[in-house]
C-alpha cells in the first residue's frame, strides 16, 4: 500500500511537467527513498511543521524509511492537532523533483531567464570555492558580506545575529521578502502600545472586532490553525466581525460586515471615527488614559514635554489642586486630560487635549470622500466600537479581577505596505488605547513571550518603564524599538538601519543602496551574497531592479531545494534538505510572535529529522558550521551564540571544541529547560509547554509603565535623521512623518489623477500558499485551480462593463513607468470598483519550478523600489499603484 503511495506521488510531480522542461531540469530528480533497505519501520514521530511560519505541531507516519502520511499532532498547544491543507500537502515537497547535487555556473552572464549553463561539481571543491570567497572577503573588509535568510528557526535561534557579529558584517540580518511585507508599521506600532514584536485581539473575550487590512482568524497569519478555531468560538459567542478592505477576501466573505474602502485611506476611517468617539460621543476611557498612557501630560509650544526644572520629570495638571506636578507625584488628586494651563508663563495642553482637538478635523463627511465609505457607516461603526468597549466594566479571571474591554481594532499587511505606514499604524492602534483595549481582556494582546524567562528560568523581565514614565520596549536584551529612539548615526549598514531610529528593520533599503553605495556614504561595496529560504526576486518588488542589484555581487551562493528566480543568479548552489530531514531548534513558539492570544500555554515544539535527506543533500544549517570553522570564524561564531543566548557553564561552548549542529541545539536545550530536557527529551516528546499565567497574558493591570498616546520623542528623532541625513549629503531625506500625533497623508498615486491609469492594482492573501514557495506543490496548486479567484485579476463588474473586459478575457496591467503583467480576468462584485485585485506572490518563471511556472500573477512587478517610495519612519515600502486595464488582443 505504501509503495502504492509514492508511485502516486511521483506520477503527480511527473506527469504535469511538460517534456520540454525536463530539457533544462536534468539536475533535480524524484528521489524515491529505497525502502527495501529499512524493514519493519512503522512509526509516528513527533515533530512540527514548515509550510508556513506558524510551526504547528504534527506527528508524521513513516513505513520503512518512507512518509506516508502526516496529521496534527492532538497533544501540541501549537495547532491543537489539526492541520490546514499545506501541512497535508508537505508530503508532495518531500517528494517532488530536487536539487540532488552541488551546481556551478559557467555562463558568467547573469539576467533574468538567462541561462546559468549549470555543471555539476562535488561537495569539496563548492565548499572550498565558498571558503576562498569567504576568507578573501572577510579579510578585505567583512562588511562586504551579505547573508540573506529566512529559515525561521535559524532567525530565531538569531543565527544570522551571530554570523553578523562573528564575521564583521553588519548586512547579516536581511531577510528580504518577509521584511518587504511583514510589518514595517505594524511591528513598530505594537512595541508602543503593548510592548513587543507581535500583538492579537484576544479572540476569547472579544465581542467586537474591525480587521482592517487583515484576515486574522480566517487561516491566514502567525498561528492560523488555532485561531480559526478561536474565531470559530468567538463567531458562536456572538462577537461581531467587521473587516475594511478593498477586496471581499475569506475573511471579508465570512464577516457580519464588509467595508469596501479604496487602497490607503485607512488612517482616514480611524482617525474620523476617533473624532466621532472624543468630540461627538464622549466615549473614551479616561481613567485609563489618566493612569496608563501620557495622555496627562503637559506639552508646550514647541511640542514637547514641560518638564520639571528639578527633576526633568513631564508635568500633569493637577485638577483638584489647581496646580501642575509630576507625572509620578503621590499625592497627585485629579489628572486633567482637557484645557489650557499657564506654567512658569508657558501655556500648555494634555496631550489628550491636543489629540481631541487634532482629529478634530477628520470629520466623517471628509473621510467618506477620501475614504468611499459612507459618512452614515463611519459614524455607526464608531459608535458601536466605543459601546462595545464597554468602558468601566470588570471581569474576573482565575481569581484576578481585571478590566474588561471586549472590542478592539486590528491590522496588518493591507495598512502597512504604503508610504505613510507609522501615521497610518499609529491612527488604528489609538483606536484601542482611547477605549484602553489594551492588554486586558477583550483587547489587543501582547501575545509575545513577554515573561518567557520567568516562565522557563524563573527570572523577572518586564516591560519597564524609564524616567519619563513610558514604556521601554526591548525584548530581552535587543536594543530598543520604537520608543526610546535609537541614536541616528551615519549608516554602515546596506540597509540604513541607523537612519531608522524608531523601525525595527529597514531592509527595502537595500537594493537602493547597493546600486549606488556612495549616495548614502557606504564605504564599500558588496561583493558576496549568500542566500536560502528567500527568493529575492519574486518575494522583494520590481524584479528587474532586483536582477540589477543582484548582478553588483561578485559572487553568489545559496542553500535550494529547487532552482528558482534567485537561485538563477547563483554562481554556486548547494543542495539544501527539506523540513522534514532535519533538526532545528525548540522555537516553534517563538518569543516574539505566534505564542498565540488568550490564555493558554506557552509551548516550545522540537523540529526534528523524520527521515534521512536523499544522498548529497544536506542541512544548510550543519554545513554553515563547517564553512565558519573553514573560513576562520567558528571561534567567534561560538562565542556569539554564548553570549546571545546567554548559555554558562556547565552549558557553554567550548571556543576550542568543534560541535554539530545536533550538539550545539543539545547544549541550548539543557541550558534553557534544564538538564533533564535534553535533545533526546525533545526527540520523544515532541515539545515542552507551560499554562500561561494571567499576568503574562493581560499584562496592562500588572505594569507601571505607559503607553504613548502622543509620541513626542518622534520629534527629536526627526531632527536628528534631517540632521544626519543632510551631514552626508542627502538633503532631500523627508522626515515630516515624524509627527506625534497621527494624520492621513496620500500616498503618491492618489494625487495623480489619470483617466488610463484610473485602478489602484492591490495584492491579497490566499488560504493555501504561503508567500511565492507552496505554489510549485503540486497538490496546493491543483487547489488553486478549484479556487475561481486564486491565479485570476479581480476587476468590479460594472468597472469591467465600463471598459468592456469580460469574464475570462486576457487583460494586461500597466503602471505608469511601464511595468506590466498579463492575466485572466474575473469579474466580480467581490472587489472595489476603483480595485483590481491580485491575489498571491505568484507569475513564476524559472524553469527549475515547472508546477509554478506561468501560474498565476506576480503583483511585486508592478511596484517600483526607490527612495521617494519608501516610508522613512518605519522604512515600508509603498504598494499602491495604480494601473491603466486593457484587453490583450
Not at 70 to 81: F, T, V
Request: aromatic share 10%.
Amino acid at each position: 500500500m505504501h509503495q502504492v503511495t509514492i508511485n502516486c506521488i511521483r506520477m503527480s510531480c511527473m506527469n504535469i511537467i511538460p517534456d520540454d522542461y525536463l530539457l533544462g531540469w536534468n539536475h533535480m530528480k524524484t528521489y524515491e527513498p529505497k525502502s527495501e533497505t529499512i524493514k519493519d519501520d512503522d512509526v509516528w514521530i513527533p515533530t512540527s511543521c514548515a509550510m508556513c511560519y506558524t510551526h504547528c505541531g504534527i506527528k508524521v507516519h513513516r513505513v520503512n524509511g518512507v512518509v506516508v502520511n502526516i496529521e496534527g499532532d492532538p497533544d501540541s498547544p501549537q495547532g491543537l492537532g489539526r492541520l490546514c491543507a499545506k501541512g497535508a500537502a508537505s508530503i508532495m515537497s518531500q517528494y517532488n523533483p530536487r536539487l540532488k547535487v552541488p551546481l556551478k555556473r559557467t555562463n558568467p552572464e547573469r539576467g533574468i531567464g538567462v541561462d546559468p549553463q549549470w555543471v555539476e561539481i562535488t561537495w569539496e571543491e563548492a565548499l572550498d570555492t565558498i571558503v576562498q570567497k569567504l576568507k578573501k572577503v572577510r579579510e578585505e573588509d567583512p562588511r562586504k558580506f551579505v547573508l540573506s535568510q529566512f529559515d525561521l528557526e535559524a532567525h530565531f535561534f538569531a543565527l544570522q545575529v551571530a554570523t553578523g557579529a562573528a564575521f564583521g558584517t553588519p548586512n547579516a540580518d536581511f531577510i528580504g521578502p518577509a521584511d518587504y511585507f511583514c510589518g514595517n508599521g505594524f511591528h513598530p506600532s505594537a512595541y508602543l502600545a503593548v510592548g513587543s514584536f507581535h500583538m492579537e485581539p484576544d479572540l476569547e473575550y472579544c465581542r467586537y472586532l474591525m480587521l482592517i487590512g487583515s484576515q486574522y482568524g480566517f487561516m491566514i497569519g502567525e498561528d492560523a490553525v488555532r485561531q480559526s478555531g478561536h474565531m470559530a468560538d468567538a463567531r458562536m459567542r456572538g462577537m461581531k466581525v467587521v473587516v475594511v478592505d478593498p477586496v471581499l477576501t475569506p475573511a471579508a466573505n465570512k464577516a457580519n460586515e464588509w467595508l469596501p474602502i479604496r487602497p490607503g485611506t485607512d488612517a482616514a476611517l480611524a482617525l474620523a471615527m476617533i473624532n466621532v468617539l472624543l468630540n461627538e460621543l464622549i466615549i473614551y476611557d479616561a481613567e485609563f488614559i489618566k493612569k496608563d498612557t501620557n495622555g496627562p501630560y503637559l506639552i508646550g509650544p514647541d511640542g514637547h514635554y514641560l518638564r520639571d526644572k528639578a527633576t526633568s520629570k513631564p508635568l500633569i495638571w493637577d485638577s483638584e489642586e489647581g496646580k501642575a506636578k509630576t507625572y509620578d507625584s503621590p499625592d497627585t488628586k485629579g489628572f486633567a486630560l482637557e484645557g489650557r494651563y499657564e506654567v512658569d508663563g508657558i501655556s500648555a495642553s494634555p496631550a489628550f487635549q491636543l489629540l481631541k482637538e487634532h482629529v478634530g478635523k477628520y470629520t466623517c463627511e471628509d473621510a467618506s470622500k477620501i475614504t468611499t465609505i459612507p459618512a452614515e457607516t463611519i459614524r455607526r461603526i464608531a459608535k458601536e466600537f466605543g459601546e462595545a468597549a464597554r468602558i468601566g466594566s470588570k471581569i474576573v479571571i482565575e481569581g484576578k479581577e481585571l478590566p474588561y474591554r471586549p472590542a478592539c481594532a486590528y491590522f496588518r499587511k493591507g495598512v502597512v505596505a504604503h508610504k505613510h505606514s507609522m501615521l497610518s499604524s499609529y491612527a488604528i492602534q489609538l483606536l484601542n488605547v482611547i477605549v484602553g483595549s489594551v492588554d486586558v481582556p477583550g483587547g489587543i494582546l501582547n501575545v509575545s513571550a513577554t515573561l518567557l524567562l520567568n516562565s522557563v528560568t524563573s527570572s523577572s523581565w518586564m516591560p519597564r518603564e524609564d524616567a519619563d514614565g513610558m514604556m521601554v520596549t526591548g525584548m530581552l536584551g535587543p536594543p530598543p524599538i520604537a520608543y526610546p529612539a535609537r541614536e541616528v548615526k551615519r549608516p554602515e549598514a546596506l540597509s540604513l538601519f541607523e537612519l531608522f531610529p524608531v523601525a525595527p528593520y529597514s531592509d527595502t533599503l537595500v537594493p537602493i543602496t547597493v546600486m549606488n553605495p556612495e549616495k548614502f556614504r557606504i564605504p564599500y561595496k558588496p561583493e558576496v551574497l549568500l542566500h536560502c529560504h528567500s527568493n529575492l526576486m519574486m518575494g522583494t518588488v520590481d524584479p528587474k531592479q532586483v536582477a540589477e542589484w543582484l548582478k553588483k555581487f561578485s559572487f553568489i551562493f545559496s542553500f535550494a531545494q529547487e532552482i528558482d528566480e534567485t537561485v538563477e543568479f547563483d554562481d554556486i548552489v548547494l543542495p539544501e534538505a527539506n523540513y522534514l530531514e532535519r533538526l532545528s531548534p525548540p522555537l516553534a513558539n517563538w518569543f516574539n510572535e505566534t505564542a498565540g492570544e488568550g490564555l493558554g500555554d506557552w509551548c516550545w515544539q522540537l523540529r526534528q529529522p523524520v527521515v534521512e535527506p536523499p544522498p548529497g543533500i544536506r542541512s544548510w544549517l550543519e554545513v554553515w558550521l563547517e564553512i565558519a570553522d573553514r573560513a576562520g570564524f567558528r571561534r567567534d561564531l561560538y562565542h556569539m551564540i554564548n553570549v546571545l543566548h546567554n548559555l554558562k557553564e556547565p552549558y557553554k561552548l567550548d571556543l576550542d571544541k568543534k560541535y554539530s549542529w545536533e550538539e550545539i541545539i543539545d547544549i541550548w536545550a539543557k541550558s534553557t529547560f534544564g538538564p533533564e530536557h535534553d535533545l533526546a527529551w525533545f526527540k520523544e516528546h515532541g515539545f515542552i509547554s507551560f499554562p500561561k499565567k494571567v499576568e503574562e497574558t493581560y499584562q496592562r493591570p500588572f505594569i507601571k509603565a505607559r503607553i504613548p498616546i502622543y509620541l513626542e520623542h518622534f520629534l527629536k528623532a526627526g531632527q536628528d535623521v534631517k540632521r544626519v541625513t543632510e551631514e552626508m549629503g542627502i538633503p532631500d531625506w523627508d522626515v515630516s512623518d515624524y509627527q506625534p500625533l497621527p494624520d492621513w497623508k496620500p500616498c503618491p498615486p492618489y494625487e495623480r489623477k489619470s483617466q488610463d491609469y484610473d485602478l489602484y492594482a492591490v495584492n491579497y492573501k490566499l488560504l493555501a500558499h504561503t508567500w511565492s514557495r507552496t505554489i510549485d506543490n503540486v497538490w496546493l496548486s491543483e487547489m488553486g485551480d478549484y479556487d475561481p479567484y486564486a491565479y485570476y485579476i479581480l476587476i468590479n463588474s460594472q468597472t469591467a462593463k465600463r471598459k468592456g473586459i469580460r469574464d475570462g478575457d486576457l487583460i494586461c496591467l500597466q503602471t505608469e513607468r511601464g511595468d506590466r503583467v498579463e492575466g485572466e480576468a474575473k469579474v466580480t462584485e467581490c472587489v472595489h470598483p476603483e480595485v483590481v485585485g491580485i491575489g498571491g506572490t505568484f507569475g513564476h518563471w524559472a524553469k527549475g519550478l515547472p508546477v509554478a511556472k506561468g501560474k498565476g500573477v506576480h503583483f511585486n512587478t508592478l511596484i517600483p523600489i526607490n527612495l521617494e517610495c519608501i516610508d522613512k519612519v518605519s522604512a515600508a515600502v509603498d504598494c499602491c499603484v495604480k494601473v491603466k486595464v486593457s484587453k490583450v488582443s
